[in-house]
């Protein structure tokens, strides 16, 4: 058996530089987008889902029962730059910028990706993906209320076993 075969974990990539996950708890590089949850900065209660598309750049910011953000009328809003500037301390700005597809002249950085991006006066896209996102972000959420533990947790065993106890 091979050495993958007998680990039950899988690779972390771990991130780019250290983050703070106050503002924005939930970042991924997904389902063809830049996604994530971003909290309000004026109500502690609310959050805001936003993304960006991969090529188009198509932009999309509501709350997370579907309100449509105040901010984001022809442009980026705030919570979208915000998603951006974590997304490439998670993942670096190389992976973001080849992730999204983005070209910028020289080093790319936040802000030279979200530039380039805005350069192209980017359509609002469907917010329909907020909800799965935001689902996504209470399970990864259920995962800190759970004591440590080293035995396996038995939402994660995907693959039925490959022998047979006896």
């Known amino acids: ?9 899988a690779r972390v990539v771990p991130p780019a530089r250290p983050r703070k996950l106050a503002k924005v708890p ?13 909290s309000s900065g004026s109500d502690i209660e609310r959050v805001y889902v936003s993304s960006v598309g991969a090529g188009t750049f198509a932009y999309a910011c509501s709350t997370n029962n579907n309100r449509p953000c105040g901010g ?28 999204l597809r983005v070209e910028t002249e020289g080093e790319p950085s936040a802000q030279t990706l979200t530039a380039s991006m805005t350069g192209v006066r980017p359509s609002r896209g469907d917010t329909a993906a907020a909800a799965p996102v935001f ?32």
Request: charged share 20%.
């Open 1 to 9: 058996m091979s050495d993958w075969e007998r680990s039950s974990t």
């Open 26 to 38: 939930f970042v991924e590089l997904a389902d063809g987008r830049l996604q994530g949850v971003v």
């Open 72 to 99: 984001a009328r022809g442009g980026y809003c705030n919570h979208i730059r915000t998603l951006i500037n974590e997304a490439v301390l998670q993942y670096g700005a190389e992976r973001v910028a080849r992730y």
């Open 135 to 166: 689902s996504r972000f209470l399970r990864h959420l259920a995962y800190l209320e759970l004591a440590p533990t080293t035995g396996p947790l038995p939402e994660m065993q995907w693959f039925p076993p490959t022998r047979a106890v006896a």
